[in-house]
């Protein structure tokens, strides 16, 4: 049997030791057993510790993305979704953890102009409330997993119904 | 006007890793105050490390730097190595190397592309050179990903690497690990060489000065794991000594410590002083494209060809890693046999940004007690300071915004890691209460 292409490459950012920055790997490792083996056969997972600009310039064409990182400035729990020029556009308030050497708005500006613009894809985001080396993912964040892997199944599915189109 | 004072701020200095900030003050048209701002918070990772063993030590100082992680284990592996009388096998050290080629072809290749080539092309960020000039960012990032590629296949992974162990490696890599890393690495060298043409052209300012330099010096290879802390006015000291030469300093304006050297002077690491020190170190190939360059002496007093001084690193660090995937050999085991024994284990090894201090003290349960981490940007913050004094005269009657961006260049010559300057622990505790009572 010949498995088709996956065609959604899910970016999941953080570390598992650094407290609320390891919930997007948290949330996929209990969305994924969840999903369809249709829905699975359609997704690529990569972690990425940090977003880099490979990270997106490496998406092929025909291919779209769906970046997954805990942020700060929005309300811990919170959960956002949102296209990736508008995450761009955001950076100022709405902030990636996940982006050392660069922040958000310049990996994904750079990625633009290299790669000749943004493969389709979103943004799903959770806000953290604590990031310490070692420590526990904090109560609210833990209750926002529910929703966390909520949106990143509507997000899935919003790209399979554009795909279909 | 006389009798006035003008204060620059730089509230938030871009394109560096971390975050400060750059106060000025002018008093009479001369510098009478250049202040680094460092107000990144405290990291706590020299209080974080206290009561581990030396592996899970490994593991936890990678993880001061998102960007030199191998920097911070090699520095510590060493330590405890030396302390312990471990004899790694050539492999393990050959390896060690190999990896240390993979941090720094992927740190320089961020800072030259990323950080540091929009100055001299008059763009305000990459994103607006990449705009323009899209196939020389491509090739930054080409570059940059094929050391990530070598970090990712010793360490386990690209960032925050997890494989080194004292006596060795968790797993030492097949023999066809590394040659997979080849043509990637073939293309690296490639750009390297391509990228010390385009940096050599590149225009700076004509800012001159006669700074100390210090770095590794190792009479047979160019300076990463070994050799002796040297400077260019003929200082020569075992690695495990660099508190005999330098101490660290607090300052009320910033959160990562300062260094000094034994006459209070601040004192220069990293690219450059490797290149003026080390030059006769170089592979071949770097060497040659040094040579072509004819810009040793500039990169000894001019700042700003510290783009220079990476690329050449580029050309020496991708050089050097398909030297060693071609001779290797992977080792009889992973990791050798070792000992704890209590003591004091130090070690210095050259990250991207220059010489990195660790000391442990290792108690008879093994476990360490304290720790001190000297990163190169806490080094070089005085330097920094000391430069800006000099050079911010000649940018004084710019408006504000130029002279605020010639500034901020300045600054970003130096590739300051912030982040890695913050991990400090400073406590001071008062008894005040309790000398009261008694």
Redesign the interface.
């Known amino acids: 049997m010949t498995m088709a292409a996956p065609t959604i490459r899910l970016l999941v950012c953080g570390s598992a030791d650094r407290g609320d920055d390891g919930a997007p790997l948290a949330a996929v490792a209990h969305l994924l057993p969840a999903l369809t083996a249709a829905v699975r056969a359609h997704l690529e997972i990569r972690r990425c510790v940090q977003l880099d600009v490979s990270d997106i310039v490496d998406v092929p064409d025909g291919e779209a993305c769906i970046v997954l990182d805990t942020v700060v400035g929005i309300e811990p729990g919170e959960v956002v979704t949102m296209s990736l020029p508008e995450l761009a556009a955001r950076a100022a308030t709405i902030t990636p953890r996940s982006s050392h050497a660069l922040p958000i708005d310049q990996v994904l500006g750079i990625a633009e102009a290299v790669r000749g613009g943004l493969p389709p894809g979103a943004f799903v985001g959770i806000g953290g409330h604590w990031f310490g080396f070692g420590t526990m993912r904090s109560r609210v964040v833990r209750a926002g997993l529910p929703a966390l892997q909520a949106a990143v199944t509507d997000a899935i599915d919003a790209l399979l119904v554009l795909e279909k189109v | 006007m006389p009798g006035t004072d003008l204060r620059f701020q730089v509230q938030n200095i871009s394109r560096v890793?971390g975050e400060g900030s750059l106060h000025l003050l002018v008093r009479d048209g001369a510098v009478a105050e250049a202040r680094l701002q460092i107000f990144e918070a405290p990291r706590y990772?020299e209080a974080?490390v206290a009561g581990r063993t030396p592996n899970e030590v490994l593991d936890?100082v990678a993880?001061i730097c998102?960007?030199c992680p191998v920097a911070y284990q090699m520095s510590a592996v060493h330590a405890f190595e030396d302390l312990f009388e471990v004899e790694v096998e050539p492999a393990t050290r050959a390896l060690r190397r190999l990896l240390y080629c993979g941090e720094w072809i992927e740190s320089h290749a961020?800072h030259v592309y990323?950080l540091h080539a929009p100055d001299f092309l008059g763009y305000p960020?990459?994103?607006e050179l990449?705009?323009d000039h899209?196939d020389l960012?491509?090739d930054g990032?080409r570059l940059?990903?094929a050391g990530?590629r070598i970090v990712a296949t010793l360490g386990g992974?690209?960032?925050?690497p997890v494989s080194v162990r004292v006596g060795g490696w968790s797993k030492a890599p097949r023999r066809a690990d590394l040659l997979a890393l080849r043509p990637e690495l073939e293309e690296a060298l490639s750009l390297a060489r391509s990228t010390v043409r385009i940096v050599a052209g590149l225009e700076g300012p004509a800012f001159e000065r006669e700074p100390r330099l210090v770095a590794l010096h190792h009479p047979g290879e160019y300076p990463m794991n070994a050799g002796r802390i040297a400077s260019n006015d003929g200082l020569a000291l075992p690695p495990q000594a660099w508190d005999q030469a330098f101490h660290e300093v607090q300052v009320p304006w910033s959160n990562a410590l300062q260094s000094r050297d034994s006459d209070g002077l601040p004192y220069l690491l990293g690219p450059a002083a490797r290149i003026v020190l080390d030059h006769e170190q170089l592979h071949p190939l770097a060497r040659e494209a040094l040579d072509e360059t004819g810009a040793l002496e500039s990169i000894r007093r001019n700042p700003y060809r510290s783009i220079v001084a990476r690329a050449i690193e580029l050309v020496h660090a991708t050089a050097e890693a398909l030297d060693i995937i071609d001779a290797y050999l992977p080792p009889d085991a992973p990791a050798v046999p070792w000992q704890s024994r209590p003591g004091t284990a130090a070690w210095a090894t050259e990250a991207p940004r220059g010489l990195l201090f660790h000391r442990y003290e290792v108690g008879d349960d093994g476990l360490v007690a304290a720790a001190t981490i000297v990163p190169p940007t806490a080094q070089n913050q005085a330097a920094i300071e000391a430069d800006i004094a000099t050079f911010a005269p000649s940018v004084l009657g710019l408006p504000i915004d130029a002279a605020t961006h010639a500034l901020e260049q300045l600054i970003r010559s130096y590739d300051p890691c912030i982040?890695c300057a913050t991990h400090f622990l400073d406590l001071s505790i008062h008894h005040e209460a309790t000398e009261l009572v008694s």
């Open positions: 890793e990772f974080l936890i993880r998102g960007i961020l990323l960020s990459a994103v990449a705009r899209r960012v491509a990032l940059k990903k990530n992974r690209a960032i925050h982040s």
